[in-house]
């Protein structure tokens, strides 16, 4: 028995680390684009390389699970089809004795994955970010993330809920982008006074250090104070109206503060907990939509990792029924299954502004789900 799982162990962890090392590989061509973007920006090679390297981390996040999934898939895939798995079986072993080992190992990639979500992964994001700040400054657009209140700029909160470039035209200038569902609050003496809500709005640099937000289609929510001191609001509209953000202060500190994806699993518990602390200056829908943003991150990261187990027990079953040799189509089935995964994912995300539904629940529907469907193909194969 020994001797079996260590053949099953070796081959395993070969396909695993080939697969890893490609997929590691195809992700991180992105960043060596985005890397060539800021070497031209005129930033330097050592800040650049140190940039690259931060985004290993997280690329990692993702790579784990998919490499775990392709390679139960093609190792059993290749026993089944050269009979291997029928001789062990014949032998009298159980399906269960013959997976022991890969599970064992799928329980410890998944504490390997939490270790890289809750904080390897988001201080390696938070290093990359404070590293390429000057250069982040220097493209307005990435100052203003997209599902976040935004907290950066003196005398105002800032919520933009996504982000564009506008259609290539002749008269498109190239640092000029399209912004919608804004929500901007004006504060004054820590005081929010005026609630701004626009569906859309064009975002430029006008002059150094300052962005530009011209809003369109604009409903204003002024807060006053009367003589006896009771709050009375008066609404108010206007087909546009600009809003013009200062950062010079943020070359002067030398940082921003922490999106989403740079906080521990510790700090975003914290921002669940104490959110209006966090927050004082909102209410009511936007409130509870800024925690749901931390509460779904976190649910992500944790679901993300506890994927490794849920992969592995559904990629044997299908790697034996495929009974394919090819590398080809074990990464096609691996790539269709991750990508219902992360279909979920992106509901969740899209689904922050509706707490009411629940979406820190819905990250978890494909762990559960893939679960109960290995175990059962398991059963039904063993």
Known sequence: MRVLNRYILADYGVIFLMTLLVFTFVMCVGAVMQAINYFAMGASPWIILRAFGYNIPYIMTFSIPMSAMTAVLLLFGRLSLDGEITAMRASGLSLWQIIAPLVFVSILLSILCVYLNVNVAPNA???RRQALLNIT???????????????????????????ERPPA??????????VKD???????KNQRVRTIRAAQGELTMPEPQVLK??????????????QRGDETRTLGYAEDYP???DFSHLMRRGSISKSKSSMTIGELVYAVRNIRAMYAHLEGAELRQARMGYLVEANERLALSLSCFAFTLVGIPLGMKSRRRESSVGVLISLGVVFVFYFFIIIADA????PHLHPELIVWVPVVLGQGVGFYLLKKNN
């Open 213 to 226: 937000i011209e809003l369109f289609d604009v409903q204003f929510e002024l807060r006053e104070q009367n």
């Open 243 to 245: 809003v013009y953000l």
């Open 351 to 354: 689904l922050v502004r509706h």
């Open 169 to 178: 035209t002749v008269d498109a200038s190239p640092d000029k982008h399209l």
């Open 137 to 163: 400054i220097d493209d307005p657009i990435s100052l203003l993330e997209e599902g976040r209140f935004i907290r950066d700029f003196p005398g105002y909160i800032v919520y933009v809920g996504s982000k």
């Open 125 to 127: 994001h938070w290093a």
């Open 182 to 188: 804004l929500i901007v609050y004006e504060l004054e």
